[in-house]
């Protein structure tokens, strides 16, 4: 098993199927247990007592390792709301996420109206309409 670190270090780990995560840290990380956080395909690995096999974690997986700052018993605390994040599926939707969107449905409605309602547009806001809509576009393609 791969371990990778934040700071893009890695580390190979000799496992056997039959290990649990618990047995994992304890061999990777003795006396570092607590502060471990294992983390699989997005999913944080909590349940100690889960084997490598019923995760599906098999030869040069890769897990992403975190060491938290403090061993508290807060520790444990911080991890229960963590089930509540993988039960909503996709990307976390920030204002950033849906700028982009509402930018394009603002533009696809002043381009409707510029279409249907022409004699309401002068020229120099048919203009702006344009670059507008040029800007927008190169800089979504720039983000993307």
């Known amino acids: 098993i791969r371990l990778k670190f934040l700071n893009d270090t890695e ?84 204002g950033g996420t849906l700028m982009v969107p509402t930018v394009m449905v603002v533009l696809a409605l002043g381009w409707y109206f510029r279409i249907n309602y022409r004699q309401l547009f002068t020229a120099p806001a048919t203009v702006s309409l344009i670059g507008v809509t040029v800007l927008v576009t190169f800089l979504a393609f720039g983000v993307y």
């Open 11 to 94: 580390e190979v780990a000799v496992a056997r199927p039959e290990d649990t995560v618990g047995v994992l840290k304890s061999k990777c990380f003795p006396g570092q247990e607590s502060q471990m956080k294992l983390i699989y395909r997005g999913q944080l690995l909590q349940d100690q007592a889960r084997t490598l096999r019923s995760l599906r974690i098999t030869d040069n997986c890769v897990i992403h390792c975190h060491r938290s700052r403090g061993a508290t018993a807060a520790t444990p605390a911080l991890a229960e709301p963590g089930p509540a994040g993988p039960a909503a599926p996709g990307l976390p939707l920030g």
